[in-house]
């Protein structure tokens, strides 16, 4: 069953996330809830309170300072976990790397080399939630794509509820993808996929379960 509002799903999302982190010391992680409208801060900052007492070393990263000065206005109570993402890679950059679970809302494709570049240095687990970090548009030249794509390839998605033209797709760590298909009554469960279905796979289920 599809989880019957966001806070449900945001429950989903932290039971695997918790799970991904239990499944290796190092790793990088996806959260996606791709709803029009949505405002990332505060599930953000709910994901990282969620997380904060068996991860009492969490941080929470934004891509600039306006939105990191938001966020701790929004909540002072955190305001200690919560970091630009210049501001983690100057820390690195003074102690040799960082440690510990990260979570970082919402990078765009203008961040990539950032993200990377605290990736690279970071031995602890990173959890990106919204994140938009590919861009056919950048890296033009065959090295920097093809980097782009094996770095991009290195995550795994712990958490996914995707809106989709027919229905929805959604994931639950150590899950497989599950799809739905909205027809007027509610959604209705087509299939599954071990990997993230493209559109062509997700009609080609379309089609084999109307037969």
Known sequence: MLPADLRSAETEAHAAVQAALASQTKGL???E?????????PVALRQLAALTPAHPEARLLFPDAGAT????RDAPEQAAQLLGLGDLLRLQQADGGSDGLVLLAAPTPA?????????????????????????????????????????LSEWQAAYGLIPTAEGALRRTYPDDWQFYRRDPDGYRHVCSFETRPDREAQLEALEEAAR
């Open 29 to 31: 992680w996806t959260v």
């Open 33 to 41: 809830m791709r709803f029009e409208g949505l405002r990332i801060l």
């Open 69 to 72: 000065a938001l966020a701790k």
């Open 111 to 151: 961040d990539y080399e950032q993200v990377e570049s605290l990736c690279a240095q970071h031995r602890g687990s990173l959890v990106m939630i919204n994140g938009r970090l590919e861009d056919a548009a950048i890296g033009i030249g065959t090295v920097a794509r093809e980097r782009r794509k094996g770095f």
